[in-house]
C-alpha cells in the first residue's frame, strides 16, 4: 500500500490525482472505459432527479458507499478530497435562499435586519449540494481507482480529441514541475530578501511570475526538443491495452440497472 505524502510540497507530486490507483481492489482491476461510463452515468442522472426525492439520493449515495467499500481507499482520502470542493460549492450557493424571494409567509423570519429565508431557496440550495456532493464522489472514485494515462486511453477509446488528452496529459505531468520550480524561485528571492507579501513588494512578485515563465518556456522548448529526438509523432504510446472482460460489462450494467431503477422510483 502506497504511503501517503507528507507536507505541502510532497502532496503536489504527478500522483496526487491516482494516488490510490495502484491499490489492488475489484474496483481497481476493472477496464477504465466501464468506469468512465459507470461513475459518469451516476452524476448525469442524479442532476436529472427532482429536488425532493430524498430517498432516490439516499439511494444514489448509498450506491456510491457500496463502491466504495469494494474499492478499498482509506476513508480519509475520500472525505478529505471532498472537503476541498465543497467549500466552493457552499460559497456560491449559501445565498440562494436570501435571494429567492417567495414571500416571509412562505419561508421562515430570521428576525435579523428583516431577512428572511425562503422555503423554495432552502430547496434550491439542497437540490445544489446534494447533487454537487454526489458528483464530486463520483468523480474522486474514478480518478482514484484508474490510474491518470489510463483514464485519458479511455476518454480517447471514446472519441475524445487527441489532442485534448495530449493537452491535459502535458498539463497534469508539468503542473508540478512548475509548482516545484515557482518554490525554488520564490526560496531564493525570500533569501534575498526579495518578499513578495506586501502591496510594496510587488516588483518583486513581478520579477519572480517574469522569471517563472522564461523558465517555463524554456523547459517547454527543451522538453519537445527531447521528445522529437526520441521520435514523437503526435501520438502518445502506453504500456497498458484497454480490453473488456466480463466484470467489465457486468459492473457496468449492474451499476446502469440500479440507477435506472432508484431514479424510477423517484417518479
Known amino acids: 500500500m502506497p504511503q501517503r505524502h507528507r507536507g505541502h510540497r510532497e502532496k503536489m507530486r504527478h500522483a ?43 439511494g444514489y449515495f448509498l450506491l456510491l458507499v457500496a463502491i466504495y467499500l469494494l474499492s478499498r481507499l482509506p476513508i480519509r482520502h475520500v472525505f478529505t478530497r471532498s472537503l476541498v ?15 429567492k424571494h417567495d414571500g416571509v409567509s412562505g419561508g421562515y423570519n430570521l428576525g435579523i435586519a428583516s431577512l428572511s429565508v425562503s422555503r423554495s431557496g432552502v430547496l434550491i440550495l439542497w437540490n445544489v449540494v446534494v447533487k454537487s456532493f454526489i458528483g464530486i464522489l463520483s468523480l474522486i472514485l474514478l480518478s482514484s481507482t484508474t490510474s491518470f494515462p489510463d483514464l485519458l486511453k479511455g476518454f480517447e ?13 502535458f498539463m497534469y505531468r508539468y503542473t508540478y514541475v512548475l509548482v516545484d ?5 520564490k526560496t531564493a528571492s525570500d533569501s534575498r530578501g526579495g518578499g513578495g507579501r506586501w502591496l510594496w513588494q510587488a516588483k518583486g512578485m513581478g520579477h519572480i511570475i517574469a522569471s517563472l515563465f522564461l ?23 502506453t504500456m497498458n491495452i484497454l480490453q473488456l472482460a466480463l466484470s467489465d460489462v457486468i459492473f457496468t450494467s449492474v451499476i446502469i440497472m440500479a440507477l435506472m431503477t432508484i431514479r424510477l422510483a423517484a417518479i
Open 16 to 58: 496526487y490525482l491516482d494516488f490510490y490507483s495502484s491499490l489492488s481492489s475489484p474496483v481497481h482491476r476493472l477496464d477504465a472505459r466501464a468506469k468512465i461510463i459507470a461513475f459518469g452515468a451516476i452524476p448525469v442522472i442524479c442532476v436529472s432527479t427532482p429536488p425532493r426525492a430524498y430517498a432516490a439520493f439516499t
Open 85 to 99: 470542493i465543497v467549500p466552493f460549492v457552499l460559497m456560491v450557493a449559501i445565498f440562494i435562499p436570501f435571494l
Open 157 to 169: 477509446s471514446f472519441r475524445m480529441p487527441k489532442v485534448f488528452t495530449m493537452l491535459i496529459a
Open 181 to 185: 520550480e515557482m518554490h525554488r524561485v
Open 215 to 237: 523558465r517555463s518556456y524554456e523547459r517547454g522548448e527543451r522538453v519537445y526538443g527531447a521528445m522529437l529526438s526520441r521520435g514523437f509523432d503526435g501520438q502518445i504510446h
